[in-house]
T-cell receptor, first 116, second 113 residues
Framework: GAGVSQSPSNKVTEKGKDVELRCDPI?????LYWYRQSLGQGLEFLIY????????KSGLPSDRFSAERTGGSVSTLTIQRTQQEDSAVYLC??????????????FGEGSWLTVV | DQQVKQNSPSLSVQEGRISILNCDYT??????FLWYKKYPAEGPTFLIS?????DKNEDGRFTVFLNKSAKHLSLHIVPSQPGDSAVYFC????????????FGTGTRLTIIP
């Protein structure tokens, strides 16, 4: 597809289980971001990948969260030992360039995670 | 600590009238501001932006105003149309090119036909 693709679109998991969320950015986009939106909150920055540079992980809320980006394209966000407070919409976005402005960031539809 | 605040969770406006969405920020390092629009089950899409060197930016029916001294910005939509019904997020970044956006909690705008 032409846009940012995320899977699964919905995920219900039991507390303590690990989950993986996948993001396929727009082809050719060098920058990839993960944000999340918890109920009643704004979008919260999690992590940023740019090309082969070390990712900016400053937004990851705990060491249970990790993300990787393989081959400069697909990214996987992994949450280990999920907790109920991890329930949120996890949004992936990609951008064709760095040094750009927010109007070049394209968001996917999000992965809705519910931890029960 | 919510650095970008949208104090109105919802707003209803008659079709054809002006919609005004407000946003306040606390971080004086923010120098670039954006508005995103989000429909249900879709990701946010960029609407309009403004840098701190300006106090107004206009794009068709959408105008963003920035008051740096008050750390306040607003989005005006005129005339409002039913398709404008969505959640609007205000976002800010520190340093041109810093794409780590800080978002507000959003305002749900409903346009009444």
């Amino acid at each position: 597809g032409a846009g940012v693709s995320q899977s699964p679109s919905n995920k219900v998991t039991e507390k303590g289980k690990d989950v993986e969320l996948r993001c396929d950015p727009i082809s050719g986009h060098t920058a990839l971001y993960w944000y999340r939106q918890s109920l009643g909150q704004g979008l919260e920055f999690l992590i940023y990948f740019q090309g082969n540079s070390a990712p900016d992980k400053s937004g990851l809320p705990s060491d249970r969260f990790s993300a990787e980006r393989t081959g400069g394209s697909v990214s996987t966000l992994t949450i280990q030992r999920t907790q109920q407070e991890d329930s949120a919409v996890y949004l992936c976005a990609s951008s064709p360039q760095t040094g750009g402005v927010g109007n070049t960031i394209y968001f996917g539809e999000g992965s809705w995670l519910t931890v029960v | 600590d919510q650095q970008v605040k949208q104090n109105s969770p919802s707003l209803s406006v008659q079709e054809g009238r002006i919609s005004i969405l407000n946003c306040d920020y606390t971080n004086s390092m923010f120098d670039y501001f954006l508005w995103y629009k989000k429909y249900p089950a879709e990701g946010p899409t960029f609407l309009i932006s403004i840098s701190s060197i300006k106090d107004k930016n206009e794009d068709g029916r959408f105008t963003v105003f920035l008051n740096k001294s008050a750390k306040h910005l607003s989005l005006h939509i005129v005339p409002s149309q039913p398709g404008d019904s969505a959640v609007y997020f205000c976002a800010a970044s520190a340093g041109f090119g810093n794409e780590k956006l800080t978002f507000g909690t959003g305002t749900r705008l409903t346009i009444i036909p």
